[in-house]
């Protein structure tokens, strides 16, 4: 799936909403929600492949989330799709799109037990009846929803939406999108499961209904989508784990909204091939070993060679003309790279030196990582480095510093707990960044890059759960240092390691295990990919 334009970028709700107001301002009432639905139109009969006779059910809430599902499958229903709206608040629905759905043929049933006839549609979903909760125009029916789901404190999922849902090939999740807060509510949560245990394709619109799509924490229950219909704008949710996890593939369609976000800062971005390739650290004829950045390696113990090993096999594909091993493993280093540097001394007295990283397998060695610190060239500090650095001295450098912890590292660093940085990575990442003073990469299923000035952060697209596997991101640190000797920026080469080693480990797994050493051999071949 090489994608060969730039930059893939999210943007936050509030922005979102804002060139939303300022395009609707300038086209037709309506006209965005109907570019949204014909996109999803279109993603929703290419996932059943025929539309012809495909039961079709639209779970549907009580905004414009909801509106944009009924609009879309009024369309589906007049390419021949038998199409059921299960109205989730049959007091409160998009009066357009419940209007346009029955026009085209489609059914109307009601959620719950009690709501039934309010909607003008009993269980057994006759669709003829008119409704008691839309009205003919485009705005939302009025109703109290003193009955309704959005109250969720009715009664029974009536029998025959179960039903129904039961018996769909396509769900249409059009319960909540960018107007959501917390997780789903329990009668929706109940439909979803049964969409869920049904084994219908799940397409959701704009979002995971249940997913915050500013931070991609899921509190509560949401649903699992095997595509998501994104319209306008990636929101941030779409690409950061546990929320991308529920969103399955994504489909962005192009609503006109833009030119508006242009006035917008980005909150999320992801490098794109093209945007890597350009960021690469491609030699010269002017080029020699030292020009090309030379890049020091304090890593590695008498207990934890390994770690000096793989992060130099990380360093030696990243760019930098010489590799600068510093430290007691030499001889293990030296075995398997005749090519390093290396030296037994203090970090200070080594030489030359454009870039460092320290911290891979470092043990309790604090004397060795202090004098990195003090350095004033760019720093990544990793994994016992993390654990061992003074805080204060890592504020006080004025070269660039990366830091790049897992999400242990990370709760330790921050003191909160492994799983409150898991379910919150972007917060966790952004406020690393601003205590440290620092560039971090988090890593994890999702990896992300904050710089300490704010900005957009960046999301890794490359990303493999192959690579969870010891030593790993001891390649990434080499890697990503030696990035910052060849002349990137922290925020560049943290998300161009990332970018380079993710694709590595995706080449040298092909659906296999793979060990750390197997990623490092493959980083030639990402970056001939890139390249290419
Ligand atoms: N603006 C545009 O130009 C375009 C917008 N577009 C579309 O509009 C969508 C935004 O529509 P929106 O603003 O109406 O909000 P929406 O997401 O439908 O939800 C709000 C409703 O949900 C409810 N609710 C809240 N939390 C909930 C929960 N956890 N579980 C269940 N229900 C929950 C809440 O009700 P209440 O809390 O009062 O019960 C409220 O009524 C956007 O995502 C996109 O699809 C496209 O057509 C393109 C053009
Ligand atoms: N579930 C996952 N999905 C994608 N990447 C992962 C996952 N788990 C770990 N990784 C990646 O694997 C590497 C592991 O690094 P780290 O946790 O430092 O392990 P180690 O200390 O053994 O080298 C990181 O690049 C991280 O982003
Ligand atoms: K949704």
Redesign the pocket.
Same mark, same amino acid.
């Given at each position: 799936m090489r994608e060969t334009w730039g930059m893939r970028t999210a943007y936050c709700v509030e922005s979102v909403?804002g060139a939303?107001r300022a395009?609707?301002a300038r086209v037709p009432e309506g006209a965005?929600?109907q570019?949204?639905?014909a996109g999803l139109a279109v993603a929703c009969g290419q996932l059943l492949g025929r539309v012809y006779g495909a039961r079709v059910v639209l779970l549907v !809430?009580?905004?414009?989330?909801?509106?944009?599902a009924l609009y879309a499958g009024a369309r589906l229903a007049r390419r021949g799709a038998g199409v059921t709206a299960v109205l989730?608040?049959p007091g409160?629905v998009h009066g357009g799109g419940l209007a346009a759905l029955r026009g085209a043929g489609g059914r109307v049933v009601d959620a719950v037990v009690g709501g039934e006839g309010r909607s003008g549609a009993g269980a057994g979903g006759g669709g003829d009846a008119d409704s008691g909760g839309a009205g003919s125009g485009s705005g939302r029916g009025a109703g109290s929803?003193a009955a309704g789901?959005?109250?969720g404190s009715v009664g029974d999922v009536a029998e025959g939406a179960l039903a129904v849902v039961g018996r769909a090939q396509l769900v249409v999740d !059009? *319960?909540? !999108? *960018?107007?959501?807060?917390?997780?789903?509510?329990p009668l929706?949560g109940r439909l979803v499961r049964a969409a869920q245990e049904s084994g219908a394709l799940i397409v959701s619109?704009?979002?995971p209904?249940?997913v915050d799509a500013d931070t991609g924490q899921v509190r509560g229950d949401a649903v699992r989508a095997d595509a998501t219909v994104t319209? !306008?704008a990636y929101k941030p949710g779409l690409l950061i784990d546990p929320a991308r996890e529920h969103a399955g593939a994504v489909r962005l369609v192009d *609503?006109g909204l833009d030119a508006e976000l242009a006035a917008y800062d980005r909150d999320l971005e992801a490098l794109q091939y093209v945007d890597v390739d350009r960021l690469l650290p491609v030699p010269t004829a002017e080029s020699d070993k030292y020009r090309r950045g030379v890049v020091g390696i304090v890593a590695g113990s008498a207990r934890y060679p390994g770690a000096a090993v793989l992060a130099v096999a990380g360093a030696l594909r990243g760019g930098a003309g010489a590799v600068r091993y510093v430290g007691p493993a030499a001889d293990a280093v030296i075995a398997r790279f005749p090519e390093a540097l290396v030296f037994d001394g203090p970090p200070a007295k080594a030489g030359r030196v454009q870039a460092w990283v320290a911290g891979p397998g470092l043990g309790d060695d604090a004397a060795r990582l202090r004098d990195v610190v003090d350095a004033e060239v760019p720093v990544l500090i990793d994994a016992d480095g993390l654990r061992l650095v003074d805080h204060a001295a890592v504020r006080a450098r004025t070269a660039p510093t990366l830091l790049t912890p897992h999400a242990g590292e990370a709760a330790a660093l921050l003191g909160v707990s492994r799983a409150e940085v898991e379910a919150a990575r972007l917060d966790a990442v952004r406020e690393l960044a601003a205590r440290y003073g620092a560039t971090v990469l988090l890593k994890g299923s999702t990896t992300l890059i904050a710089a300490p000035g704010g900005g957009a952060v960046r999301v890794n697209p490359t990303g493999t759960s192959w690579l969870a596997t010891a030593g790993s991101g001891d390649v990434l640190s080499g890697l990503a240092g030696s990035l910052l000797a060849a002349g990137l920026g922290a925020r560049d080469a943290g998300s161009v390691a990332a970018f380079l080693h993710g694709l590595a480990a995706r080449l040298a797994a092909e659906g296999a295990p793979v060990g750390a050493q197997d990623v490092a051999d493959a980083v030639p071949l990402a970056w001939r990919d890139v390249r290419g």
């Amino acid at each position: 799936m090489r994608e060969t334009w730039g930059m893939r970028t999210a943007y936050c709700v509030e922005s979102v909403r804002g060139a939303e107001r300022a395009l609707m301002a300038r086209v037709p009432e309506g006209a965005l929600m109907q570019r949204a639905a014909a996109g999803l139109a279109v993603a929703c009969g290419q996932l059943l492949g025929r539309v012809y006779g495909a039961r079709v059910v639209l779970l549907v !809430g009580s905004g414009d989330n909801g509106g944009d599902a009924l609009y879309a499958g009024a369309r589906l229903a007049r390419r021949g799709a038998g199409v059921t709206a299960v109205l989730l608040d049959p007091g409160r629905v998009h009066g357009g799109g419940l209007a346009a759905l029955r026009g085209a043929g489609g059914r109307v049933v009601d959620a719950v037990v009690g709501g039934e006839g309010r909607s003008g549609a009993g269980a057994g979903g006759g669709g003829d009846a008119d409704s008691g909760g839309a009205g003919s125009g485009s705005g939302r029916g009025a109703g109290s929803g003193a009955a309704g789901f959005g109250s969720g404190s009715v009664g029974d999922v009536a029998e025959g939406a179960l039903a129904v849902v039961g018996r769909a090939q396509l769900v249409v999740d !059009g *319960i909540v !999108g *960018i107007g959501g807060t917390g997780g789903l509510r329990p009668l929706a949560g109940r439909l979803v499961r049964a969409a869920q245990e049904s084994g219908a394709l799940i397409v959701s619109v704009d979002l995971p209904s249940g997913v915050d799509a500013d931070t991609g924490q899921v509190r509560g229950d949401a649903v699992r989508a095997d595509a998501t219909v994104t319209f !306008g704008a990636y929101k941030p949710g779409l690409l950061i784990d546990p929320a991308r996890e529920h969103a399955g593939a994504v489909r962005l369609v192009d *609503i006109g909204l833009d030119a508006e976000l242009a006035a917008y800062d980005r909150d999320l971005e992801a490098l794109q091939y093209v945007d890597v390739d350009r960021l690469l650290p491609v030699p010269t004829a002017e080029s020699d070993k030292y020009r090309r950045g030379v890049v020091g390696i304090v890593a590695g113990s008498a207990r934890y060679p390994g770690a000096a090993v793989l992060a130099v096999a990380g360093a030696l594909r990243g760019g930098a003309g010489a590799v600068r091993y510093v430290g007691p493993a030499a001889d293990a280093v030296i075995a398997r790279f005749p090519e390093a540097l290396v030296f037994d001394g203090p970090p200070a007295k080594a030489g030359r030196v454009q870039a460092w990283v320290a911290g891979p397998g470092l043990g309790d060695d604090a004397a060795r990582l202090r004098d990195v610190v003090d350095a004033e060239v760019p720093v990544l500090i990793d994994a016992d480095g993390l654990r061992l650095v003074d805080h204060a001295a890592v504020r006080a450098r004025t070269a660039p510093t990366l830091l790049t912890p897992h999400a242990g590292e990370a709760a330790a660093l921050l003191g909160v707990s492994r799983a409150e940085v898991e379910a919150a990575r972007l917060d966790a990442v952004r406020e690393l960044a601003a205590r440290y003073g620092a560039t971090v990469l988090l890593k994890g299923s999702t990896t992300l890059i904050a710089a300490p000035g704010g900005g957009a952060v960046r999301v890794n697209p490359t990303g493999t759960s192959w690579l969870a596997t010891a030593g790993s991101g001891d390649v990434l640190s080499g890697l990503a240092g030696s990035l910052l000797a060849a002349g990137l920026g922290a925020r560049d080469a943290g998300s161009v390691a990332a970018f380079l080693h993710g694709l590595a480990a995706r080449l040298a797994a092909e659906g296999a295990p793979v060990g750390a050493q197997d990623v490092a051999d493959a980083v030639p071949l990402a970056w001939r990919d890139v390249r290419g």
